[in-house]
Protein backbone atom coordinates (compact mmCIF):
# COMPACT_ATOMS: atom_id res chain seq x y z
CA UNK A 1 0.00 0.00 0.00
CA UNK A 2 1.18 3.41 -0.81
CA UNK A 3 1.92 5.64 2.20
CA UNK A 4 3.88 8.15 4.00
CA UNK A 5 4.39 6.77 7.54
CA UNK A 6 5.04 9.04 10.50
CA UNK A 7 6.57 8.21 14.18
CA UNK A 8 5.83 8.81 16.55
CA UNK A 9 1.93 9.84 16.09
CA UNK A 10 1.61 11.56 19.42
CA UNK A 11 4.59 13.16 21.32
CA UNK A 12 4.95 14.77 24.94
CA UNK A 13 8.08 16.14 26.01
CA UNK A 14 10.12 19.16 27.70
CA UNK A 15 11.40 21.86 26.39
CA UNK A 16 15.25 21.92 25.61
CA UNK A 17 14.82 17.63 24.71
CA UNK A 18 16.05 17.19 21.61
CA UNK A 19 13.93 14.79 19.31
CA UNK A 20 13.49 13.79 15.58
CA UNK A 21 9.89 13.07 13.92
CA UNK A 22 10.73 10.11 11.53
CA UNK A 23 8.86 10.17 8.01
CA UNK A 24 9.16 7.25 5.58
CA UNK A 25 7.31 6.72 2.14
CA UNK A 26 7.50 3.87 -0.14
CA UNK A 27 6.50 5.33 -3.19
CA UNK A 28 9.84 6.29 -4.71
CA UNK A 29 8.76 9.93 -4.38
CA UNK A 30 11.25 12.71 -5.58
CA UNK A 31 9.78 15.62 -3.72
CA UNK A 32 9.23 15.41 0.40
CA UNK A 33 8.19 18.31 2.60
CA UNK A 34 7.52 19.46 6.14
CA UNK A 35 4.27 21.21 7.43
CA UNK A 36 3.20 22.23 10.81
CA UNK A 37 -0.51 23.10 11.16
CA UNK A 38 -2.02 25.84 13.94
CA UNK A 39 -5.19 26.93 14.85
CA UNK A 40 -6.18 30.16 13.07
CA UNK A 41 -2.72 29.55 10.79
CA UNK A 42 -3.49 26.95 8.31
CA UNK A 43 -0.45 25.13 6.96
CA UNK A 44 2.76 26.41 6.90
CA UNK A 45 5.90 24.82 5.35
CA UNK A 46 8.91 23.71 7.43
CA UNK A 47 11.44 22.46 4.80
CA UNK A 48 11.64 20.70 1.39
CA UNK A 49 13.46 18.53 -0.27
CA UNK A 50 13.66 17.97 -4.09
CA UNK A 51 15.78 14.65 -4.17
CA UNK A 52 18.71 12.81 -1.72
CA UNK A 53 21.10 15.54 -0.24
CA UNK A 54 19.19 18.84 -1.38
CA UNK A 55 17.04 20.33 1.12
CA UNK A 56 15.72 24.14 1.82
CA UNK A 57 14.01 26.15 3.69
CA UNK A 58 10.12 26.65 3.77
CA UNK A 59 7.90 29.53 5.16
CA UNK A 60 8.93 29.09 8.71
CA UNK A 61 12.08 26.92 9.11
CA UNK A 62 13.39 27.97 12.63
CA UNK A 63 14.30 26.13 15.11
CA UNK A 64 13.83 23.10 12.91
CA UNK A 65 16.76 20.83 11.22
CA UNK A 66 15.77 18.00 8.01
CA UNK A 67 18.20 15.71 6.85
CA UNK A 68 17.64 12.95 3.44
CA UNK A 69 20.64 11.49 3.04
CA UNK A 70 17.67 8.06 1.30
CA UNK A 71 15.15 9.18 -1.22
CA UNK A 72 12.55 7.53 1.14
CA UNK A 73 13.29 9.31 4.53
CA UNK A 74 12.79 12.91 5.28
CA UNK A 75 13.49 13.01 9.18
CA UNK A 76 12.56 16.47 11.09
CA UNK A 77 15.04 17.47 14.19
CA UNK A 78 14.02 19.71 16.82
CA UNK A 79 17.59 20.41 18.60
CA UNK A 80 16.00 22.18 21.23
CA UNK A 81 11.98 22.05 21.41
CA UNK A 82 10.40 25.13 22.64
CA UNK A 83 6.79 25.61 23.58
CA UNK A 84 5.90 27.47 20.36
CA UNK A 85 6.37 23.97 18.40
CA UNK A 86 3.89 22.33 20.14
CA UNK A 87 2.18 21.77 17.00
CA UNK A 88 0.84 19.38 14.30
CA UNK A 89 3.15 18.06 12.31
CA UNK A 90 2.32 16.48 8.87
CA UNK A 91 4.83 15.36 6.32
CA UNK A 92 3.98 14.90 3.05
CA UNK A 93 5.48 13.48 -0.54
CA UNK A 94 5.07 13.67 -4.31
CA UNK A 95 6.56 12.42 -7.59
CA UNK A 96 7.96 15.60 -8.92
CA UNK A 97 7.65 19.35 -8.22
CA UNK A 98 6.36 20.04 -12.01
CA UNK A 99 2.71 20.99 -12.31
CA UNK A 100 0.90 18.39 -11.73
CA UNK A 101 1.83 16.89 -9.00
CA UNK A 102 -0.18 16.76 -5.87
CA UNK A 103 1.23 15.88 -2.02
CA UNK A 104 0.42 12.80 -0.43
CA UNK A 105 0.26 13.32 3.27
CA UNK A 106 1.36 11.50 6.20
CA UNK A 107 -1.09 10.94 9.28
CA UNK A 108 0.55 13.30 11.28
CA UNK A 109 2.59 14.09 14.77
CA UNK A 110 1.00 15.87 17.42
CA UNK A 111 3.66 17.31 19.84
CA UNK A 112 2.95 18.91 23.19
CA UNK A 113 6.35 20.55 24.18
CA UNK A 114 6.22 21.65 27.95
CA UNK B 1 4.80 36.36 -0.67
CA UNK B 2 2.20 34.46 -2.28
CA UNK B 3 -1.19 34.16 -0.61
CA UNK B 4 -4.02 32.23 -0.93
CA UNK B 5 -7.60 32.77 0.93
CA UNK B 6 -10.70 31.08 2.27
CA UNK B 7 -13.74 32.18 4.27
CA UNK B 8 -12.67 30.56 7.99
CA UNK B 9 -16.51 29.91 7.82
CA UNK B 10 -18.29 27.75 9.64
CA UNK B 11 -20.78 27.36 6.52
CA UNK B 12 -23.62 25.61 6.95
CA UNK B 13 -25.61 23.81 3.97
CA UNK B 14 -28.57 21.87 4.29
CA UNK B 15 -28.13 18.14 3.64
CA UNK B 16 -28.95 17.72 0.05
CA UNK B 17 -27.91 21.33 -0.88
CA UNK B 18 -25.07 22.55 -3.21
CA UNK B 19 -21.84 24.14 -1.43
CA UNK B 20 -19.97 26.36 -2.59
CA UNK B 21 -16.41 26.97 -1.40
CA UNK B 22 -14.27 29.94 -2.58
CA UNK B 23 -10.41 30.89 -2.95
CA UNK B 24 -8.17 33.55 -3.85
CA UNK B 25 -5.05 33.59 -4.73
CA UNK B 26 -2.22 36.48 -5.25
CA UNK B 27 0.48 34.91 -7.47
CA UNK B 28 -0.04 35.13 -11.15
CA UNK B 29 2.22 32.33 -11.91
CA UNK B 30 0.08 29.40 -10.06
CA UNK B 31 -0.61 26.72 -12.08
CA UNK B 32 -1.82 23.89 -10.10
CA UNK B 33 -4.58 23.87 -8.27
CA UNK B 34 -6.05 22.07 -5.27
CA UNK B 35 -8.92 21.08 -3.05
CA UNK B 36 -8.33 19.20 0.18
CA UNK B 37 -10.56 17.66 2.61
CA UNK B 38 -9.89 17.63 6.18
CA UNK B 39 -11.30 15.99 9.38
CA UNK B 40 -11.04 16.93 12.85
CA UNK B 41 -6.98 15.67 13.86
CA UNK B 42 -6.65 14.13 10.42
CA UNK B 43 -4.48 14.61 7.94
CA UNK B 44 -5.54 16.40 4.07
CA UNK B 45 -7.09 14.33 1.82
CA UNK B 46 -6.54 15.28 -2.04
CA UNK B 47 -10.33 15.50 -3.50
CA UNK B 48 -10.04 17.75 -6.38
CA UNK B 49 -6.86 18.77 -8.72
CA UNK B 50 -7.71 22.01 -11.86
CA UNK B 51 -4.86 22.87 -13.62
CA UNK B 52 -6.79 24.87 -16.49
CA UNK B 53 -9.52 27.33 -16.88
CA UNK B 54 -13.20 26.11 -16.74
CA UNK B 55 -14.55 23.31 -15.05
CA UNK B 56 -13.90 19.91 -13.99
CA UNK B 57 -16.38 17.41 -12.49
CA UNK B 58 -15.32 14.26 -10.44
CA UNK B 59 -18.58 12.82 -9.06
CA UNK B 60 -20.48 14.90 -6.29
CA UNK B 61 -17.30 17.25 -6.77
CA UNK B 62 -17.05 20.11 -9.32
CA UNK B 63 -13.55 22.31 -9.14
CA UNK B 64 -13.90 25.71 -11.10
CA UNK B 65 -10.74 27.95 -12.02
CA UNK B 66 -10.77 31.23 -13.08
CA UNK B 67 -7.36 32.66 -13.78
CA UNK B 68 -8.07 35.59 -14.97
CA UNK B 69 -9.71 36.57 -12.00
CA UNK B 70 -7.62 34.32 -9.91
CA UNK B 71 -9.97 32.24 -8.25
CA UNK B 72 -10.96 28.76 -7.87
CA UNK B 73 -14.07 27.18 -5.82
CA UNK B 74 -15.69 23.93 -5.45
CA UNK B 75 -19.12 22.74 -5.69
CA UNK B 76 -20.72 20.02 -3.69
CA UNK B 77 -23.91 18.79 -5.35
CA UNK B 78 -26.49 16.67 -2.84
CA UNK B 79 -24.02 17.65 0.29
CA UNK B 80 -24.23 14.58 2.73
CA UNK B 81 -23.11 15.00 6.41
CA UNK B 82 -20.17 12.72 5.90
CA UNK B 83 -18.99 16.68 3.94
CA UNK B 84 -18.80 18.21 7.36
CA UNK B 85 -15.38 18.85 7.57
CA UNK B 86 -12.33 21.55 6.72
CA UNK B 87 -11.61 22.36 2.94
CA UNK B 88 -8.47 23.45 2.27
CA UNK B 89 -7.02 25.54 -0.95
CA UNK B 90 -3.76 24.75 -2.34
CA UNK B 91 -1.96 26.24 -4.80
CA UNK B 92 1.40 25.55 -6.44
CA UNK B 93 3.50 27.24 -9.09
CA UNK B 94 3.99 25.01 -11.89
CA UNK B 95 6.90 24.73 -14.36
CA UNK B 96 9.35 22.50 -12.09
CA UNK B 97 10.34 25.41 -9.36
CA UNK B 98 11.12 24.39 -6.24
CA UNK B 99 8.06 25.69 -4.15
CA UNK B 100 5.60 23.57 -2.41
CA UNK B 101 1.89 23.89 -1.85
CA UNK B 102 0.77 27.06 -0.58
CA UNK B 103 -2.02 26.47 1.31
CA UNK B 104 -5.32 28.65 2.72
CA UNK B 105 -6.49 28.32 6.21
CA UNK B 106 -9.18 26.39 5.01
CA UNK B 107 -13.42 26.83 5.23
CA UNK B 108 -14.95 24.63 8.18
CA UNK B 109 -18.01 23.15 6.40
CA UNK B 110 -21.25 21.60 8.46
CA UNK B 111 -23.90 19.85 6.37
CA UNK B 112 -26.54 20.00 8.63
CA UNK B 113 -29.10 16.71 8.74
Known amino acids: EAQVTQNPRYLITVTGKKLTVTCSQN?????MSWYRQDPGLGLRQIYYSMNVEVTDKGDVPEGYKVSRKEKRNFPLILESPSPNQTSLYFC?????????????FGDGTRLSIL | QKEVEQNSGPLSVPEGAIASLNCTYS??????FFWYRQYSGKSPELIMS????GDKEDGRFTAQLNKASQYVSLLIRDSQPSDSATYLC?????????????FGKGTHLIIQP
Open chain 2, 27 to 32: DRGSQS
Open chain 2, 90 to 102: AVKEGGGGADGLT
Open chain 2, 50 to 53: IYSN
Open chain 1, 27 to 31: MNHEY
Open chain 1, 92 to 104: ASSPQTGEGQPQH
